[in-house]
């Protein structure tokens, strides 16, 4: 089954930084972009970025530029977002997803068709 | 940066058609994706690619797009349905981004 499991839910203080995980099950890990979308309390859905599996190329959202880092360990199928220098305002639930696209040579995007169930990062002093 | 707008909130009566607007410039020359999200879940994409429905998503849910909008339709709406709507897109010419729209609050009456 075509799945994306994340880590479990987060208690930060302002300031510190979160790794959250995300784990692909099911299909070709290298194939697929991964993306992250996370929803604040209140707010819509916000991108936050992607990252290539394959070759660990990477994109972040001008807002998250400076704070946030993707990875990945192909060895063990998962992909890490680190989110640095925490504030309240970053409380949310955040998503991993799979791109439909492939991830080949041209940079191309298409839907998110698997999202992981989600993990609540709370920022509180 | 690209823009997306929707309208914050729809309401409809069960069984009536539902329409939701996503607004942007020049939108006709990209692909736009749309997903449902209910309370406590992750999200759902119910149309892709402006107008392709994924296996197992009902025949009710469709999308279409005109040269200033895309409209994701659905018909014989249920009280299931009651959820929120984004659309996004790919911004090729910004370093490859993604964009969503603000969301939409689907009401069922």
């Known amino acids: 089954q075509v799945q994306v499991v994340q880590s479990g839910a987060e208690v930060k203080k302002p300031g510190a930084s979160v790794k959250v995980s995300c784990t692909a099950l099911?299909?070709?890990?290298?194939?697929?972009?991964l993306h992250w979308v996370r929803r604040a309390p209140g707010q819509g859905l916000e991108w936050v970025g992607w990252i290539n599996p394959n070759n660990g190329a990477t994109s972040y959202a001008q807002k998250f530029q400076g704070r946030v880092t993707m990875t990945r360990d192909t060895s063990i199928r998962t992909v890490y977002m680190d989110l640095s220098s925490l504030r309240s305002d970053d409380t949310a639930i955040y998503y991993c997803?799979?791109?439909?696209?492939?991830?080949?040579?041209?940079?191309?995007?298409?839907?998110?068709?698997?999202w992981g169930s989600g993990t609540m990062v709370t920022v509180s002093s | 940066s690209y823009v997306l707008t929707q309208s914050p909130s729809v309401s409809v009566a069960p069984g009536q058609t539902a329409s939701i607007a996503c607004e942007g410039n020049n939108i006709a020359s990209k692909s736009v994706h749309w997903y449902q999200q209910k309370p406590g879940q992750a999200p759902v994409l119910v149309v892709y690619?402006?107008?392709d429905r994924p296996s197992g998503i009902p025949e009710r849910f469709s999308g279409s797009k005109s040269a200033k909008a895309a409209t994701l339709t659905i018909s014989r709406v249920e009280a299931g349905d009651e959820a929120d709507y984004y659309c996004q897109v790919w911004d090729s010419s910004s370093d490859h981004h993604v964009v969503f729209g603000g969301g939409t609050k689907l009401t069922v009456l």
């Open positions: 690619d402006d107008r």
């Open positions: 099911g299909y070709s890990f290298t194939g697929y972009y």
């Open positions: 997803a799979r791109d439909r696209a492939i991830a080949g040579a041209t940079l191309s995007f298409d839907a998110f068709d698997v």
